[in-house]
């Protein structure tokens, strides 16, 4: 069966432009706070994949979006390849043992090796779409990998960072072991979207969530060109999977953006008719209201209509700019998805 959402990712004409929102599986749902309650912590249930597929499908019933994503989150990746995580409360993600020297990179597993231990996504998957066949409502399934750079940003850093000063280091004064860094994820991604699309995604997508620490002069050397080597290699395999590539926050980028992919994410921060001038005719725009607006319904609306004005229905997906925030009102979620429907339906 054709998805409406994968037609719409290969720029075909479809009934109306489909939307989901980035992470649109977790706590502004009280649903999911329950789930992630009976798993006991958030590591727990992207280990689970009877509940991680539950998560993923709720927001489809909840709020009506037209793809499902994965629940699962980046960081499982360097976890595999040996490096311990913790999720802290009020805190965010932390590595025990950050990379700082070539030995730290070599103690970690590579390839195929790492991929394989990921087990636990690849079931949620395959339930996942045993789940979506069976309901036959059309939805799509979004599996998804952090891009080498922002994975990299993490295992340096060890944590969130403000600054990314000590990546940074690294990018300028040692740039070849950050090269070896990014290579090694590179190729684990590679083996992990791989097995992600044996086990059923409709449709990929690479988080680039820490794009604009980078300067423009410097982002295809330290980002793009890494991720364009995933998408090109997955494009080569499987044509029919569309790949979406989102670098969040570098408009200044976008006359520089080349590669095989088919779909180009647009953050809040590139107003949409400059993404559509630069890359419209090369790719699918998705994107891209600014996810804050979402704390009120008008100016939701205000956003979606203009969004559709510049767009016209034609080779776009409606998105978030960036991710929900956990204390958004579900009712305003569902007003942003039947908004979109309702300004684009043919
Ligand atoms: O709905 C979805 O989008 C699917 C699930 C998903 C999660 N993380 C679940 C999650 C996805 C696609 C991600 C990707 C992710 N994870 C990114 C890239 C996307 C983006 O938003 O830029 C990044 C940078 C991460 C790393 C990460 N994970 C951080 C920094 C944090 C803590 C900050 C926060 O939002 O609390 C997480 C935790 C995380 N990942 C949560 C969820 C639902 C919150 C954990 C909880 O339930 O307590």
Redesign the pocket.
Known sequence: MSKIFVDACFGKETPYTPVWM??????YLPE?MEV?KQAGN?LN?CHNPKLAAEV?IQ?LDIVGVDAA???????VVPNEMGMKLD?L?GE??VFEKPIKNQDDLDALLGGEEAASKLTYVYETIKILRKQLDERGDDKALIG?T?APW?LAT?MIEGE?TKTYNICKKMMYSNPELLHKILKKVTEVVKFYMEKQIEAGIDVVQI?D??AAAIEPSKYDEFSWKYMVEIAEYLKAKYPHIPVIMFP?GIPAFLPSVYGKFDVFGVDWSTPMAYAKEQLGDKYVLQGNMEPCRLYSKEATTFCVESLQKTMGGKRHIFNLG??IL?DVPVENAKHFISECHRVSKK
């Open positions: 980035m992470r649109q599986a977790g706590r999911y992630r958030f249930l993923s927001p994503i994965l629940f699962s989150d980046i960081l999720f409360t965010g993600p998804f952090g922002t993490y969130g988080f969530s820490w969040k960036h991710g956990p």
